[in-house]
C-alpha cells in the first residue's frame, strides 16, 4: 500500500496549487485574446500570475531543501516544480507577444490555441491530483494520455496555422509576427506535455 506522512504529503498539494494557478494564467489568456485590444494593463493581469507561479516554485525548491525524506527521486520533484512554472511562464510570454509586437487582435486560430492550453492546463491539474495516489489511481494514466493528445491537437493547428500565413499574401512582417505568437503558444501546449511525461516517468520507477 502506498501511504504518504503528512510531511511527504505537501509536494502533491504545492503541485495541484502550481497547476490551479496555471489554469488560471490560460483562463485569462483566453479573455485576453478575446478582447478587442491588448493594454499593457490586462497584461499585467497575466503577469501577477505568473508571479504567483513563481512564489510556489520557490516554497516547492524551499521545501525540497529542508525534507529529508521525500515520496519519490528529488530531482523529479524538482522537474515536475520547474515544468509547472514553465507552463506558467509560456503563457506570460505568449501574452506579452502581442503587445511587443503590436498586435491588434488575436486571430481565429490564436483563440483556439488558447482554448486548447486551458484544456490543457485542466488535465494536467487532473494529473497532480491523482498523483498523490500514483500506484492505485484508475484514473492517471487516462490523464496523462489526455495531455498527450491535447498536444498533438495544437501541434496539428499550429502547424497549419503557420503554413497558411506563408500562404497568404500578408505583409511579410505580419508573418514573422504571428508566426512568433503561434510558435509561443504551442511552446506552452509542449510544457503541458513536458509535465505529463515526467509524471509518467516517476509512476514507472515507483511501479
Known amino acids: 500500500m502506498f501511504s504518504l506522512s503528512p510531511k511527504e504529503d505537501k509536494f502533491f498539494e ?37 508571479h504567483k507561479g513563481d512564489k510556489m516554485q520557490h ?48 486571430t481565429d486560430e490564436a483563440r483556439e490555441l488558447g482554448e486548447l492550453i486551458a ?12 498523483m498523490k495516489s500514483m500506484k492505485n489511481s484508475k484514473e492517471l494514466a487516462a490523464k496523462i494520455i489526455e495531455v498527450n493528445r491535447l498536444e498533438e491537437v495544437g501541434d496539428r493547428l499550429s502547424r497549419k496555422a503557420i503554413k497558411e500565413l506563408f500562404r497568404s499574401d500578408k505583409p511579410v512582417l505580419e508573418i514573422i509576427k ?6 509561443a503558444l504551442e511552446n506552452t501546449m509542449d510544457a503541458c506535455e513536458d509535465v505529463a511525461n515526467a509524471v509518467e516517468g516517476v509512476v514507472m520507477k515507483n511501479a
Not at 496549487?17 to 485590444?37: D, H, P, Q, V
Not at 525548491?61 to 511562464?89: C, V
Not at 504571428?178 to 510558435?183: A, G, S, T
Open 119 to 130: 484544456k490543457c492546463c485542466e488535465e494536467v491539474k487532473n494529473v497532480m491530483e491523482e
Open 178 to 183: 504571428w508566426r512568433e505568437i503561434y510558435e
Open 14 to 50: 504545492l503541485f495541484r496549487t502550481t497547476a490551479e494557478i496555471a489554469c488560471e494564467a490560460a483562463e485569462k489568456l483566453i479573455e485576453y485574446m478575446s478582447g478587442e485590444e491588448f493594454s499593457e494593463e490586462k497584461n499585467k493581469e497575466i503577469k501577477d500570475i505568473e
Open 59 to 106: 516554497e516547492i525548491l524551499k521545501q525540497l531543501n529542508k525534507s529529508f525524506i521525500t515520496p519519490f527521486d528529488r530531482e523529479d520533484i524538482y522537474a515536475i516544480s520547474k515544468g509547472l512554472d514553465d507552463i506558467i511562464d509560456h503563457i506570460e510570454y505568449a501574452a506579452s507577444r502581442f503587445i511587443m509586437l503590436n498586435i491588434d487582435k488575436a
